[in-house]
């Protein structure tokens, strides 16, 4: 299984970036979730959004609620994260993370997660 995230950068506070995941080597539209996690220095992982195999439920940090949002392409298998009205706390290195039998009530816990891509960084200046 390899995870490939892409699209970070530097943008200004105010900004839009919007990241991309590109899946193989796991069955990506039939269970399980996909999910954003960021870490920043010193913190742990955090939660950023989650996405169900159909793309029908999503979740989302309060951090972000209302400026990102998740989606997926299953024909490409690919999850994107569309990060609007960036602030400079949204900075960090962010992680796509598969669970291909993960269920709805996992989506949000790291631990849960068995594939993990290779981070992208986003850097907000004010």
């Known amino acids: 299984v390899q995870l490939q995230a892409s699209g970070g950068g530097l943008v200004q506070a105010g900004g839009s970036l919007r990241l991309s995941c590109s899946a193989s080597g796991l069955t990506f539209n039939r269970s399980g979730n996909m999910g954003w996690f960021r870490q920043s220095s010193g913190k742990e992982h955090e939660f950023v959004a989650g996405?169900?195999?159909?793309?029908?439920?999503?979740a989302y940090a309060d951090s972000v609620k209302g400026r990102f949002t998740i989606s997926r392409e299953n024909a490409k298998n690919t999850v994107f994260l569309q990060m609007n009205r960036l602030k400079p706390d949204d900075t960090a290195v962010y992680y796509c993370a598969a669970n291909p039998r993960g269920i709805l009530s996992t989506m949000r816990l790291v631990n849960q997660y068995n594939y993990w891509g290779q981070g992208t960084q986003v850097t907000v200046s004010s």
């Open positions: 996405i169900r195999y159909n793309g029908i439920s999503t």
